[in-house]
């Protein structure tokens, strides 16, 4: 298990609330779902999400006050445990490339602007979980093929998704 680092003195804000995540189409999830807290797919009471494997999107709005995005100022976004792969996008605008080990930090200062800012993360977690969703009783459609079966109905899954916490820093050389 990955472990955050614990929130430091430079930590400006977390991003909390609720979370819409759009999950991708025809991979046994729904078109949407609300977290109100981050958690594993694998901890939601929704098959389709608890077995998901793909990509899913995560959406939230970050309050930015103007002292933030001043120049000179350099800010951080930390997204704390992912689970497998994320790509950021603030406003619509890809930031950072794809974060595929931690730390799942990058610098956003450049695309923060002053009031709301819609803070966009996919993640991609791996294919296991669906493998083994399939193979539960009473499944009547599966989502996969292979010929080679490496895990059982009672495998334990992969925790998957964004687990946070998700904070925005001021860096540490902004006051240098």
């Known amino acids: 298990t990955y472990r955050a ?5 430079n930590e400006l804000s977390g991003v909390n609330g609720t979370w819409r995540v759009s999950f991708a189409p025809n991979l046994g999830a729904p078109a949407e779902a609300d977290f109100p807290a981050l958690a594993s797919w694998t901890a939601n009471s929704d098959p389709g999400i608890e077995y998901f494997s793909g990509t899913a999107t995560y ?5 930015v006050p103007n002292d933030w995005v001043q120049s000179g100022n350099r800010v951080m976004l930390s997204l704390g445990v992912v689970r497998e ?5 603030i406003d619509g605008k ?4 794809i974060l595929w080990k931690p730390p ?3 610098d956003v200062s450049g695309t923060l602007h002053a009031g709301a800012n819609e803070l966009s993360v996919k993640v991609t977690n791996l294919w296991p979980n669906r493998m083994i969703g399939d193979l539960q009783p009473g499944v009547t459609k599966t989502f996969t093929w292979t010929d080679f079966r490496p895990f059982k109905a009672d495998s334990p899954l992969i925790q998957s998704g964004l687990l946070g916490p998700v904070t925005l820093q001021r860096s540490e050389t902004a006051s240098q």
């Open 5 to 9: 680092k614990p929130a430091a003195e």
């Open 59 to 63: 959406r939230n709005q970050i309050q």
């Open 85 to 89: 792969f994320a790509e950021v996008s």
């Open 104 to 106: 799942f930090v990058l």
């Open 94 to 97: 890809p930031v950072g490339g």
